[in-house]
């Protein structure tokens, strides 16, 4: 299965209707790691806050986990990577679904020395069943005739506050990846195309 860029651009703009937290503030890490761990999967995306100076590399500014209906933007630039965050990305109980994997692992390992466990790298992942393609965009609109938004990719990722349009593009590249995991392996319902 294939799509083409002038297909996609036919297609509506995927949403994130679930809610999305903002956790910018240390005292909330316990309780949101705690709510996050009792979960069997969860869709995982990193930004970084893009360098236009060569030789200039900034640490990873924001880690997403989502679930089904919430998505939450740890503000790693802010609170740095506890443990409890940490903890998470080791348990090799809980799936953590993700695209371009080597890219995220790189950038955490900056941030922590804990070795992170049970990820799927959706590239990989989509070829068992035909899916020629492997960026998120085309994955998600072959699947569910949608297309997700890029346009917030290169954006201050360590501004002051994040905007609506970036924590709803952070929101939406860890929520599809889990999406098109749950699609695939039939653990919800075949909703879309």
């Not at 060569?54 to 609170?79: H, P, W, Y």
């Not at 348990?91 to 679904?97: A, L």
């Not at 020395?113 to 068992?128: A, C, G």
Request: a neutral charge; hydrophobic letters at 40%; proline letters at 2%.
């Amino acid at each position: 299965m294939k799509i083409s860029k002038e297909e996609i651009a036919e297609l509506p703009i995927e949403t994130f209707r679930g809610d999305i937290v903002v956790v910018d503030h240390i005292e909330t890490i316990g309780e949101v790691c705690d709510y996050l761990s009792s979960q069997s999967a969860l869709g995982f995306d990193t930004e970084t806050k893009p360098a236009f100076k060569r030789g200039q590399e900034n640490k990873v500014a924001l880690m997403q986990l989502s679930t089904e209906d919430e998505c939450f933007l740890f503000r790693l630039n802010r609170i740095g990577f506890p443990d409890e965050l940490g903890a998470i990305m080791s348990n090799r109980e809980i799936r953590k679904i993700g695209l371009s994997l080597r890219d995220d692992f790189a950038a955490i390992r900056k941030r922590s020395i804990r070795k992170v466990e049970n990820f799927i790298d959706l590239q990989d992942f989509v070829d068992q069943f035909g899916i020629e393609d492997n960026s998120l965009q085309k994955i998600y609109a072959i699947l569910f005739g949608r297309k997700i938004s890029k346009n917030q990719r290169v954006s201050n990722w360590e501004s002051g506050v994040l905007t609506p349009a970036q924590q709803s593009y952070a929101a939406i590249d860890a929520w599809a990846c889990l999406r098109i995991y749950n699609y695939l392996t039939g653990k919800k319902g075949r909703e879309g195309r």
